[in-house]
Nanobody, 120 residues
């Protein structure tokens, strides 16, 4: 089994910063893509940023120029540095990973999410 555990969410004022972390653990052989998605109340889940194995990154329109995704493959960890936060960034942020298991099967996994609230 695999677990993705997020941390780093919280309450921050507009214009502030937060750094989210995601740690993957379990029977992992390797990880292909890892990324962050978010879901605000009453809205669909949307892409924030995706790190594709090989160095490519994809950012959602809302994250460009403000958020930075990074990854530590030695720790199976993923990070999201969020600067210039806006009230519309308020959402539950979920970690995603496409994981190759020790059994060689490949599956998608999601974390439970961490709440980010931007408010004065």
């Amino acid at each position: 089994q695999v677990q993705l555990v997020e941390s780093g969410g919280g309450l921050v004022q507009p214009g502030g910063s937060l750094r989210l972390s995601c740690a993957a653990s379990g029977s992992i052989f390797s990880i292909n893509a890892m990324g962050w998605y978010r879901q605000a109340p009453g809205k669909q889940r949307e892409l924030v940023a995706l790190d594709v194995s090989g160095g490519s990154t994809i950012y959602g329109d809302s994250a460009k120029a403000r958020f930075t995704i990074s990854r530590d493959n030695t720790k199976n960890a993923l990070y999201l540095q969020m600067n210039g936060l806006l009230p519309e960034d308020t959402a539950v942020y979920h970690c995603y990973a496409e994981i190759v298991m020790l059994s060689t099967t490949t599956s998608d996994y999601w974390g439970q999410g961490t709440q980010v609230t931007v408010s004065s």
